[in-house]
């Protein structure tokens, strides 16, 4: 890094790390991107997401990572709800295969299930919440969402997990075959990390962009 680290991003995952510093960076006049690291850069332990919310995985993993590094955390808990499955994978999507992370057997499976519904009945949303807390004890909380319809087949090289099999309403491409500029302008997790942009500028002492 060229600079201390002054915000701390409670993922594992590389390609979400990216994502998530295109979406705040820009809105964080002044700071250096290098100074926003993911948690694998401070060493810290993946806590146990024992939430029934999207909500409340995000918040125990902000809450975990802030008292871990002892500074801003910004965390967020995602996943794909099918109307068919009365809401299913929700907050099981990362895991739905039985095998969390696997980011092809999930979507092998949840193909599988759904290989003999219509396709004016394979409605579905993606689900962000994105949560910042700080050493102190201070907590914020956003939602986004973007729904769609799920294609019968994994489309496009961009993006991860579910990423290929929804096609944003309105659209005709999965989110998969988007551009990332254009996934992140429309993605639930963009609409999240976004709203929380305030919280986030008043924590680290700055002004956000016009």
Same mark, same amino acid.
Not at 48 to 74: C, M, Q, S, W, Y
Not at 152 to 156: D, K, M, Q, V
């Given at each position: 890094m060229t600079g201390p680290a002054r915000l701390v991003l409670?993922?594992?995952?590389?390609h979400k790390l990216g994502e998530l510093r295109a979406?705040?960076?820009p809105?964080?006049?002044g700071l250096d991107p290098d100074s926003v690291v993911g948690a694998r850069d401070v060493g810290a332990p993946e806590?146990?997401?024992?939430?029934?919310?999207? +909500?409340?995985? +995000?918040?125990?993993?902000?809450?975990?990572?802030? +008292?871990?590094?002892?500074?801003?955390?910004?965390a967020d808990d995602s996943g794909l709800s099918v109307d068919v499955l009365g809401g299913a994978p929700g907050i099981f999507s990362a895991r739905?295969?039985?095998?969390?992370?696997?980011?092809?057997?999930?979507?092998?499976?949840?193909?599988?299930?759904?290989?003999?519904?219509a396709p004016e009945h394979r409605g579905a949303r993606f689900t962000c919440a994105a949560a910042l807390v700080t050493p102190d004890g201070e907590e914020h909380v956003e939602l986004g969402h973007l729904a769609g319809t799920l294609a019968?087949?994994?489309?496009?090289e961009h993006g991860f997990g579910y990423d290929p099999i929804l096609v944003?309403?309105?659209?005709?491409?999965?989110?998969?075959?988007?551009?990332?500029e254009e996934k992140n302008r429309i993605s639930h997790r963009g609409q999240a990390f976004r709203a929380l942009v305030p919280a986030v500028v008043a924590v680290l002492g700055r002004e956000p962009r016009g």
């Open positions: 409670a993922t594992h995952n590389a979406i705040l960076v809105a964080l006049p806590p146990v997401e024992d939430g029934v919310t999207f +909500a409340e995985n +995000a918040l125990i993993k902000a809450r975990a990572l802030a +008292a871990h590094t002892g500074l801003p955390a910004v739905w295969s039985g095998r969390h992370g696997d980011d092809r057997a999930n979507l092998d499976l949840l193909l599988a299930q759904l290989s003999d519904i019968t087949a994994p489309r496009g944003p309403a309105g659209g005709d491409l999965t989110c998969a075959e988007l551009a990332p």
